[in-house]
T-cell receptor
Framework: GENVEQHPSTLSVQEGDSAVIKCTYS??????FPWYKQELGKRPQLIID?????GEKKDQRIAVTLNKTAKHFSLHITETQPEDSAVYFC????????FGSGTKLNVKP | EAQVTQNPRYLITVTGKKLTVTCSQN?????MSWYRQDPGLGLRQIYY???????DKGDVPEGYKVSRKEKRNFPLILESPSPNQTSLYFC????????????FGSGTRLTVV
């Protein structure tokens, strides 16, 4: 089956800096790659996604890039704010979906 | 309001006592899924359903059952719960597989003693 690895497990940045979280996947059949943000005690919420026929997608301060050849995709958050502090999960799959183990992002004011 | 509703939010039960966690969505989504979340392991898929009467195993299906008799409901059944099924469970739905991402329910924290 699919194996999704996510790095780093924790990330601490200063407010205003950029944050990058990276994921790799193993199954070339995976064609959909969403990213979720989970605040403490809350449900995961979709923040951005990308399909396998697209290399990059942006939504304001958030962007995702996908390299199908290398089987890796990354989340980029620019101009980080304290409210960006949360756990971020990547996922990959087709019908079955596999999540990374999460990155705890701490944005220091 | 478009949502996925799970019940109960919290449940403490004893080993071997059958239980059902309900999940209902009001968005006419075709795809529904159950996940369990454990510290350090992320979210692991238990079962998923691509439409009514169509269900399939996820990554960790052992000890769980599901059914999809109606499009809006996707209950998770633990016929004989064991302590290793203590976890935070999320139901999720999406319009179709691979499109639009999941809408998650609010979660069910299950403790099996």
């Amino acid at each position: 089956g699919e194996n999704v690895e996510q790095h780093p497990s924790t990330l601490s940045v200063q407010e205003g800096d950029s944050a990058v979280i990276k994921c790799t996947y193993s199954d070339s059949a995976s064609n959909y790659f969403p990213w979720y943000k989970q605040e403490l005690g809350k449900r995961p919420q979709l923040i951005i996604d990308i399909r396998s026929n697209v290399g990059e997608k942006k939504d304001q301060r958030i962007a995702v890039t996908l390299n199908k050849t290398a089987k890796h995709f990354s989340l980029h958050i620019t101009e980080t704010q304290p409210e960006d502090s949360a756990v971020y999960f990547c996922a990959a799959g087709f019908n079955k979906f596999y999540f990374g183990s999460g990155t705890k992002l701490n944005v220091k004011p | 309001e478009a949502q996925v509703t799970q019940n109960p939010r919290y449940l403490i039960t004893v080993t071997g006592k059958k239980l059902t966690v309900t999940c209902s969505q009001n968005m006419n989504h075709e795809y529904m899924s159950w996940y369990r979340q454990d510290p350090g392991l992320g979210l692991r898929q238990i079962y998923y359903s691509m439409n009514v009467e169509v269900t399939d195993k996820g990554d960790v299906p052992e000890g769980y059952k599901v059914s999809r008799k109606e499009k809006r409901n996707f209950p998770l059944i633990l016929e004989s719960p064991s302590p290793n099924q203590t976890s935070l469970y999320f139901c999720a739905s999406s319009l179709v597989t691979g499109q639009g991402g999941y809408t998650f329910g609010s979660g069910t924290r299950l403790t099996v003693v």
